[in-house]
């Protein structure tokens, strides 16, 4: 059976309550834990996008929390990561991942960090099973802090400096996730990475300078990040622009409705390529 494709609409404001709900509850869980830890994927994209205004391409809702996590995160900590989740009501399931459940399902929790010279695999970090996966090290080192309301484990409301990654690590990383992934969940990818970069809350030019920054800050990702957008993202009937404009319209659009996203989707590869 062929794996429904993502929208756009799928994910509701109040399913999107619930995630936020939870990155603070795990981000108090993990007190210990702060200067190991960056939220990166979907869920950066959207407070990285949430404040502009008018976008035309608004961000995509997620219901899923990931965390980059340092290698050696425990190191000198009397309980692990795994156990201050369980503490705070966070469960895992048979394959590893952590959850919670909410109004809206269960709401998981994804760790991903860098081993060199590995490039996919896991490793168990704190105790969580933990992905590796490459440019993690660069989203760690410069994030950007962004205030996050929310009630915490004592339901006292609180507004918490959480930091997220980086436009440029962030596009890195969701460009290997795009080239790497099988699942319909490609198309929210591409459509991740033209909403971080058109609908930037500081502009576009800060989130494509970000990128080259990233060309020489040793970046383990950035390699096949550059080989994704040469082949997939610098024509209009390439694979990225044609999954993102799916992922916005649904795939009965005409494809002439849609001509004006893959376009600005193209120009903005070519800017990531050269600068």
């Known amino acids: 059976m062929t794996e429904p494709l993502p ?60 965390f980059g996590i340092t290698l050696a995160a425990d190191a000198g900590m009397a309980a692990p ?38 490039v996919s695999g896991s490793r168990n970090v704190s105790e969580l099973k933990t992905s590796i996966f490459p440019g993690i090290n660069r989203a760690l080192a410069d994030p950007i802090e962004r205030e996050v309301i929310g009630c915490d484990q004592y339901g006292e409301e609180r507004t918490f400096r959480i930091p997220f990654c980086n436009y440029g690590p962030l596009l890195v990383l969701k460009l290997n996730a795009f080239a790497n992934r099988e699942s319909a969940k490609k198309a929210k990818d591409a ?15 800060a989130a494509v300078a970000s990128f080259a920054k990233e060309k020489t800050a040793k970046n383990t990702g950035m390699e096949s990040a550059l080989v994704a957008l040469e082949k997939d993202f610098t024509h209009t ?23 004006r996203m893959r376009e600005d989707f193209v120009t903005i590869a070519q800017a990531l390529i050269n600068a």
């Open 237 to 259: 009937d390439s694979a990225g622009p044609i999954l993102a404009q799916d992922f916005y319209y649904g795939s009965s659009v005409d494809n002439s409705v849609s001509m």
């Open 191 to 205: 459509y991740d990475i033209l909403s971080l970069v058109h609908s930037c809350e500081d502009g576009a030019e």
């Open 81 to 118: 990561a795994a156990f201050a989740l369980a503490m705070a009501d966070f469960s895992e399931d048979e394959q590893g991942r952590i959850s919670r459940t909410s109004d809206h399902g269960k709401l998981y929790l994804d760790f991903l960090t860098e081993h060199p010279p590995h």
């Open 7 to 66: 929208h756009l609409g799928v994910h509701s404001k109040e399913a999107l309550l619930s995630v936020e709900a939870a990155l603070v509850q795990a981000w108090c869980a993990l007190e210990n834990f702060h200067s190991d830890l960056v939220v990166v994927g979907g869920l950066s994209i959207l407070y990285h996008t949430r404040n502009k205004t008018q976008p035309l391409y608004r961000p995509a809702a997620t219901l899923d929390v990931d």
